[in-house]
């Protein structure tokens, strides 16, 4: 194999890194919101608290889903490099 060539078992195996990273983003991302969802509904916040939890709620798993993106395909891409 040349080097700088890929061949289709690693292009395959970068697609599904890629579909396990999105989805497991996504996945974190809503539990996040669903746990601040509930933290509204269990104490019964209305109004601005209310809307605050759901805003923090939706910042933090889009951080965490950010997060865990980044942090799946950078230690795909560092294994990958080692040559395992």
Known sequence: MEMGRES??????MTVEIVFALVTAVALA??????????TLVFDLSGSASKGVLMGGALVGATLGLWRLVRVLYRF???????H
């Open 77 to 83: 891409d560092a294994k990958r490099r080692r040559g």
């Open 8 to 13: 289709r078992w690693e292009k395959d195996a």
């Open 30 to 39: 809503a539990a996040v919101l669903a746990v601040a969802l509930a933290l």
